[in-house]
Each structure stands twice: as structure tokens, then as C-alpha cells.
């Protein structure tokens, strides 16, 4: 079996630093190659903590020349020399730099809408669970800052530990790691927040979230084409977003405006999902398509994108995100969670996931 740059960076993760943070979260593997069964990359360590670290660096090296498939690790340990520049000067590097990669994760995909109330965050959560069912490691980052829903899709409670004070350890529920300014916050507390405190957030999720090795990292944007939408197209590297919309005029009008904006960004599309595509009645069968039906096809059809899912309008799906287990987990089997488990099968499918 070749190594491949998963498995060694999961294997990194579980390299503790004295924090409580491990190698990777803590961006200290750099340049890291990959050629048959030899591994190389630099280990950067503070200055002045060669002896401190030494020891991590050989069980380091142990952990990945156990890995089967791997015959030899090459681990060189660097330390800067130069004094760190000031914030403003960092901040105007990294924007020119462009959208970086979150050190650990392999994709990030962002779950968008142009409208509010289309049930992006119900998809989103439904997703994690069915990715996660799908043996990913899946992180969900809960970014629409003024109504953050997932700790209660989730049912996760309680607040993210920092032991020491700089990195944010996440909390987890039904095999997905979240992260939430809902679980910083009470829930009748409204968030007063402007432009420059939203950006400061959602980098703080970002980059200060000991998200550890993860394959997918799902991202709950926010409705709309503001501030938090074009942080995150601009500071972190994008494998592609998916839009939700129901199939009703009104919904699609503004999904169009929400495509065309992260197309400026430089953010593909990875396809459409019909939410409330349709609805069955419970006591007779009948269906009727209450929001119209067909809608997001011909609008992903317009565009070039795929229609990746038609998700039903269903009370189960309504009342298990309120408990705290999204249908996939509540009830995997059902029709309702298959159309979710269906969509996680075709993004691992398809090598974004």
C-alpha cells in the first residue's frame, strides 16, 4: 500500500504538543512530500526549542515508519530567525497571497443559499451525518454568525474548551466535530456585530480550531452575499460550494445572485440542491408539490451545474433536527435520510469529500 498524504497527516495529529494542541493543528509541518514509501517534510519549532522538541520529532518519525507502506521518514526541524512582522504587515501578505489551505483538512466546502428559510443549515447537518456515516472524518463549521443553528441540529451543548488560551478545542455529536458561535453564546442573545467583528470571527473558527485531520470540512455560510461569504472565499481555499434553494421563483431569484458572487471569487460550484422538493401526506400518500417542483433543475441546468439532490419537504426531517439528531441519524433508513446518505455517496464518488 502507497502512503498517502491522509493517512500521514492523521497519524501526525497524534503528535501532542504540551498545549494540548498536536503538530498539524498547530501548522508545524511544512513542505511535507510524498515519493513511493519515503516521507519528507520540515518540522518548524520556536526558535530556541530544538532539545524541547527532539523528542516529538523521533515520535514523529516512529509513528510513520510503522504506517504500512512507508519505509522511511525524513523529518528536518527549522526554527525562524527573523522577527515576526507587525499584524498589519502579515494581514496584507496574507491577503496577497490569496485563499490558503486549513493545515490538516483536505477539503473545505462551503453549504450556501441566497435566501433565508430554504433549510441550508438542516442540508448541511444532514450532510455531516452522512459523510460521517460514510466513514469521512467531517468537520462542520457553523459560520452564519446572527442565527447559528447547528448546536441544536446537532444537540450539542456546552462551550469549546481552550487549555491555553489560543487554540479552541471543538465539540462532537453523531461522529461530526463542530464548531459554533452559537456554543459561545446563549440562545436568546442577539449578536450585534459589524463587518470587522464578523471577519474576526470566522477567522477565529477557522484558524484557531484545533480541527484536527479531517477529509471534509462542511462550512454553514450564512444566507446571502455579505461580509462572512467573502472572508471566507478570500482567506481560505475553497474545493467548491453547494447552494440550496427551494424550487419556488422567488427562492431562485436570489440564488442567482449568491452563484454569480462566488463565481466572482473564484469559488465553483459543485452543483444545486432542491430542498422541499415535494411533499407527501402522511395519513393518504398523496403528493403535491407545495413550493412547485423543478425549479433548481432548470436553473442547474442554465448555469452548467449538476442537480445534485431533491430532498423532501418531511415533518421527521423537521422534528429530528429540532431534537438534536439530524434524520440521518434519528433515522437512517428512511426515505428521508436516504436522499441525504445519497448525496454523501456521490460528493465521495466524485473525489470532493
Known amino acids: ?43 518548524e519549532i520556536p526558535a530556541g526549542k530544538a532539545a524541547e522538541m527532539t523528542p516529538l520529532r523521533d515520535a514523529a518519525r516512529a509513528r510513520l515508519e510503522a504506517l504500512e507502506g512507508i ?5 528536518v526541524m527549522t526554527a525562524p ?3 515576526a512582522p507587525p499584524p498589519e504587515l502579515r494581514a496584507r501578505r496574507a491577503e496577497a497571497s490569496g485563499p490558503q489551505p486549513l493545515p490538516g483538512v483536505a477539503h473545505v466546502i462551503a453549504v450556501a443559499s441566497g435566501k433565508g428559510g430554504v433549510g441550508k443549515s438542516t442540508v448541511a447537518a444532514n450532510l455531516a451525518v452522512a459523510l460521517a456515516a460514510e466513514g469521512r472524518r467531517v468537520g462542520l463549521l457553523d459560520a452564519d454568525v446572527y442565527g447559528p443553528s447547528q448546536p441544536r441540529m446537532m444537540g450539542i451543548t456546552g462551550r469549546p474548551s481552550s487549555p491555553d488560551g489560543k487554540t479552541i478545542l471543538p465539540l462532537r455529536n453523531h461522529g461530526v466535530t463542530l464548531m459554533s458561535i452559537g456554543l459561545m453564546a446563549a440562545e436568546d442573545e442577539a449578536l450585534i456585530w459589524r463587518g470587522p467583528m464578523l471577519m474576526g470571527a470566522l477567522q ?44 419556488q421563483d422567488v427562492a431562485l431569484i436570489d440564488v442567482r445572485k449568491g452563484i454569480a458572487m462566488l463565481r466572482k471569487m473564484g469559488v465553483p460550484i459543485l452543483g444545486l440542491v432542491e430542498n422541499m422538493s415535494t411533499h407527501v401526506c402522511s395519513k393518504c400518500g398523496h403528493e403535491e408539490h407545495l413550493f412547485g417542483h423543478g425549479g433548481v433543475a432548470a436553473e442547474a441546468k442554465r448555469i452548467g ?41 456521490r460528493l465521495v464518488g466524485e473525489g470532493v469529500a
Not at 215 to 231: E, H, K, N, R, S
Not at 326 to 335: C, G, K, N
Open 1 to 43: 500500500m502507497s502512503a498517502d498524504r491522509a493517512r500521514i497527516l492523521a497519524a501526525l495529529s497524534a503528535i501532542r504538543l504540551p498545549s494540548g494542541s498536536d503538530i498539524v493543528a498547530a501548522g508545524m509541518v511544512r513542505a511535507l512530500t510524498v515519493e513511493g514509501g519515503k516521507v519528507r517534510f520540515v518540522l
Open 71 to 75: 519505509d522511511e521518514a525524513q523529518i
Open 81 to 83: 530567525v527573523a522577527a
Open 204 to 247: 477565529q473558527m477557522l484558524a484557531q480550531v484545533q480541527w484536527g485531520a479531517l477529509d471534509i470540512l462542511l462550512v454553514d455560510l450564512p444566507p446571502g452575499t455579505g461580509d462572512v461569504q467573502m472572508t471566507l472565499a478570500q482567506k481560505t481555499r475553497l474545493d467548491g460550494a453547494i447552494v440550496v434553494s427551494t424550487p
Open 305 to 345: 451545474a449538476p442537480l445534485l439532490a431533491e430532498i423532501p419537504l418531511d415533518l421527521g426531517i423537521r422534528l429530528a433536527g429540532d431534537g438534536g439528531a439530524p434524520i440521518v441519524a434519528a433515522q437512517p433508513d428512511s426515505a428521508q435520510a436516504r436522499a441525504f446518505r445519497a448525496l454523501a455517496a
